[in-house]
């Protein structure tokens, strides 16, 4: 079956440290990733997508990685602000026509 | 300004009720989806009207109906609400199915 799923439930980082936030999938036929970030009392907002045909993209101070090899999808947030204290969740798409399926989530804290 | 709407944003009932929750964009686009997320964030989806037409319907007991009057609008109604109907649930809209999606605030739904 299909899944994706985050290593880490929870992380805490200092302010102003790089972030990086992991996720498995296990489709290997997936063909579209995204990650999303959900504030509290908000619905989840697009951060940043990639296609299988690439292994990086970068945004404003964030960065995905794609490592199709093991199956594995990172963000990277450069300068972490109390901002992006949020839950960050890694989403798949076998092709962009298919449904969005949403991993587990990972929570960011941000110590000031 | 608000893109995605959701109203209301917390709704508390009784087991057995009948309830609704409606869903407003304002953005023009084509597709719109439902999603439930548990207490333990997890998302999932649960329905998706392209157009009005219902193109995805996921395995949601048939005491959820969708109803889309018009391409704008996504209403979920929920009869003899069960404990375990307790959720957050999300609107979501994209301009074509394909596309990015944008959140709704969420409709925090108890069931007691």
């Known amino acids: 079956g299909e899944s994706v799923g985050l290593h880490l439930p929870t992380l805490s980082v200092q302010e102003g440290d790089n972030s990086i936030i992991n996720c498995a999938y296990s489709n290997s036929a997936s063909d579209y990733f995204i990650w999303y970030k959900q504030e509290s009392g908000k619905g989840p907002q697009f951060i940043i997508d990639?296609?299988?045909?690439?292994d990086k993209r970068q945004g404003q101070r964030v960065t995905v990685l794609l490592n199709k090899t093991v199956k594995h999808l990172s963000l990277q947030i450069a300068a972490t602000q109390p901002g992006d204290s949020a839950v960050y969740f890694c989403?798949?798409?076998?092709?962009?026509?298919?449904?969005?399926?949403f991993g587990p989530g990972t929570s960011l804290s941000v110590i000031p | 300004d608000t893109a995605v709407s959701q109203t209301p944003k917390y709704l508390v009932t009784q087991m057995g009720n009948d309830k609704s929750i409606k869903c407003e964009q304002n953005?023009?686009?084509?597709?719109m989806y439902w999603y439930k997320q548990d207490s333990k964030k997890f998302l999932k989806i649960m329905f998706s009207?392209?157009?009005?037409?219902?193109?995805i319907n996921e395995t949601v007991p048939n005491r959820f109906s969708p109803k889309s009057p018009d391409k704008a609008h996504l209403n979920l109604h929920i009869n003899s609400l069960e404990l375990g109907d307790s959720a957050v649930y999300f609107c979501?809209?994209?301009?074509?199915?394909?596309?990015?999606?944008?959140f709704g605030p969420g409709t925090r739904l108890t069931v007691l």
């Open positions: 990639i296609r299988s045909n690439m």
């Open positions: 989403a798949e798409k076998r092709t962009s026509y298919d449904k969005v399926i």
């Open positions: 953005l023009g686009h084509d597709t």
């Open positions: 979501a809209s994209s301009q074509r199915w394909s596309d990015t999606q944008y």
């Open positions: 009207y392209n157009n009005k037409e219902l193109i």
